[in-house]
């Protein structure tokens, strides 16, 4: 799941990368799209475990990926989130005091992110000529339209809720 994380944020257009080190995110994005940028760090929560619900250490999980996301870019003028995946539906109440801004992105959102971003690369690549400039300039005027303003990600992000549904992250699209 880590790595389609990864490749998803990569065919966004994001430095998509999981960290090596030691207690590293599962997951980071990082882009530069005109003047907006954005840091969104991935704290995968999809093991089976008897718990139901998204608890405190999963939390101080994604929280310490986050400062440390925010000391590494912020100083550089990145506006930085942080977030959980996973298919858990709930937060302990102890999770949920401490949450602060860690905002939780359904594993199924993320698949229907996945699943929009595929349809229109289909598009494009049906329409698209090696051979022919004014076939591949068409075929991106067909998705042009279809593709989120930047900011699109962060902005969903900064919605009120704790959990971001498919919806809202897609909402732009």
Do not use: M
């Amino acid at each position: 799941y880590q790595e389609g994380l990864e490749q998803l944020g990569k065919t966004l257009g994001y430095h998509a990368l999981r960290p090596k080190y030691g207690t590293a995110t599962d997951c980071r994005w990082r882009g530069v799209f005109g003047n907006a940028k954005e840091v969104i760090t991935f704290e995968a929560k999809i093991e089976h475990k008897l718990s139901k619900q998204i608890v405190p250490s999963h939390v101080g999980q994604a929280h310490n990926q986050f400062a440390r996301a925010k000391t590494e870019y912020k100083p550089h003028g990145y506006i930085v989130r942080g977030t959980i995946v996973t298919h858990l539906t709930a937060i302990d109440s102890k999770a949920e005091a401490s949450a602060g801004s860690i905002k939780v992105l359904p594993k199924t959102a993320i698949f229907e992110l996945w699943t929009r971003v595929r349809t229109l690369l289909s598009l494009y690549r049906d329409d698209w000529s090696l051979d022919d400039i004014s076939a591949r300039s068409s075929a991106a005027a067909t998705i042009r339209a279809k593709l989120p303003a930047t900011g699109w990600l962060i902005r969903a992000l900064d919605a009120d809720e704790r959990f971001i549904t498919t919806e809202h992250l897609l909402a732009e699209w």
